[in-house]
Structures are given as structure tokens and as C-alpha cells.
């Protein structure tokens, strides 16, 4: 079956606009994950929804950080207002159960480059 | 908090030979998970190999096998006859069992395989 997938691949936009970047887990994962990874760092926690709600939002760094995931599906990470300092890979996770010995699968990222 | 410690930012080693990727990390809960992510120039995250904290028996995956110490907080992973194809960042990743499921990453080992 499909992996998680992720689009756009690319981003590109200017300081002070607002971005969605999309995430499709994989069929039946209820778990979902947001990570960030900057330049040469390890990815770091942002966001988990544990069906439609998110169950742990510490890891957004502020409140131009959003996430939806309304159908227990596909999630939406909304940036707004966008930073230079918000340019990084954000990377999606998905599991089928949380909290037990399940493995979270990545997608390939999208790369956000604000100018 | 828990943090992931990854000493060594690049390492090379010429292809067939054996190496050992160096990982220390810090928790005070008894019950957790520890990976070694693979990823690739292509940003898709893999997950290489997984060690539950409570099996004293060191995981091994064909080519790859770990070292955990947990006295030591110390999980090195060893690739053994290194091919081409294990060119790419490696990530050594803490979770904690039965909590919020988010994964703790090291800030990773960029490891190239030369002919």
C-alpha cells in the first residue's frame, strides 16, 4: 500500500505570507505527526493527533503554528504571517496505534524556504 | 527531559568494512524505545533498527546490530560490511513507552560509504 505522502515537495514563499502544507498518513493510521527539521539538525516534535484532535501541541514554537486534521485523515499544518527562521523540512509521521510498540512511518517532507 | 546525544557529525569508512555509529541519551523513566533512522538524500525517513528498553537482547537487522548499554545510556549502532547504499544521515531517536508517542532525535551522524 501507499506510504505517507506529502505535498508540496517544495515550498517556496515570501516573508509574511501564510502557507499549508498537506499530509495524507497512511490508510488506517489514527496517529499523526508533525516534525520539524532545520538545517542540520535531528527532526523535532511539533505536533500529535491521536484521531481528529491533537492530543499534544507543546512542540509548536508559537501561535502562527496551526494543525488541523478535522476527518481523522489528512492533516493540514498552517503557518502564518511566515518567518525566515520558519525555513526548514517539515516532516509527517503516521502510526496505526499509539503508545505500544508501533512503528511511526515518515513521508519525504516538505521543504519550506521563506525568502 | 530526555535528550539524544550523537558525538560524531561525519564519519567515512570505504565500502565492506565494518562501522560503529556512537549514541548516548539521557531519561529517568525505566520503559522506553530507541531506533537508529536512516535518511537519504531523499529526506524519507527509515527506520533501521528498534531496542525496547526492557529486552537485554540486542536487536539486530541483517547487516545492522546495536549495542545497548542501559546502565550506560549508550546505544551505538554497528553496520556490518558497509555497501554504497548506507550513505545517508543517521539518526539515533529516543520514545518513551505509554506517553504522547513523540520521538526524540539526535541532531544525527552524516556517514559516507566510499568505493
Known amino acids: 500500500g501507499a506510504g505517507v505522502s506529502q505535498t508540496p515537495s517544495n515550498k517556496v514563499t515570501e516573508k509574511g505570507k501564510y502557507v499549508e502544507l498537506r499530509c495524507d498518513p497512511i490508510?488506517?493510521?489514527?496517529?499523526l505527526y508533525w516534525y520539524r527539521q532545520s538545517l542540520g539538525q535531528g527532526p523535532e516534535f511539533l505536533i500529535y493527533?491521536?484521531?481528529?484532535?491533537?492530543?499534544?501541541d507543546s512542540g509548536l514554537p508559537n501561535d502562527r503554528f496551526f494543525a488541523v486534521r478535522p476527518e481523522g485523515s489528512v492533516s493540514t499544518l498552517k503557518i502564518q504571517r511566515t518567518e525566515r527562521g520558519d525555513s526548514a523540512v517539515y516532516l509527517c509521521?503516521?502510526?496505526?496505534?499509539?503508545?505500544?510498540?508501533?512503528?511511526?512511518?515518515f513521508g519525504p517532507g516538505t521543504r519550506l524556504l521563506v525568502l | 527531559a530526555q535528550t539524544v546525544t550523537q558525538s560524531q557529525p561525519e564519519m567515512s569508512v570505504q565500502e565492506a568494512e565494518t562501522v560503529t555509529l556512537s549514541c548516548t541519551y539521557d531519561?529517568?523513566?525505566?520503559?522506553?524505545?530507541l531506533f537508529w533512522y536512516k535518511q537519504p538524500p531523499s529526506r524519507q525517513m527509515i527506520l533501521v533498527i528498534r531496542?525496547?528498553?526492557?529486552?537485554?537482547q540486542n536487536a539486530t537487522e541483517n547487516r545492522f546490530s546495536v549495542n545497548f548499554q542501559k546502565a550506560a545510556k549508550s546505544f551505538s549502532l554497528k553496520i556490518s560490511d558497509s555497501q554504497l547504499g548506507d550513505t545517508a544521515m543517521y539518526f539515533c531517536?529516543?520514545?518513551?513507552?505509554?506517553?504522547?508517542?513523540?520521538?526524540?532525535f539526535g541532531k544525527g551522524t552524516r556517514l559516507h560509504i566510499l568505493p
Open positions: 509521521a503516521s502510526s496505526f496505534i499509539p503508545g505500544g510498540p508501533e512503528t511511526q512511518y
Open positions: 490508510s488506517g493510521h489514527t496517529a
Open positions: 493527533f491521536q484521531g481528529t484532535g491533537a492530543a499534544d
Open positions: 531519561t529517568s523513566e525505566s520503559n522506553y524505545y
Open positions: 531496542q525496547e528498553a526492557y529486552k537485554q
Open positions: 531517536a529516543f520514545m518513551q513507552l505509554n506517553r504522547d508517542d513523540k520521538i526524540i
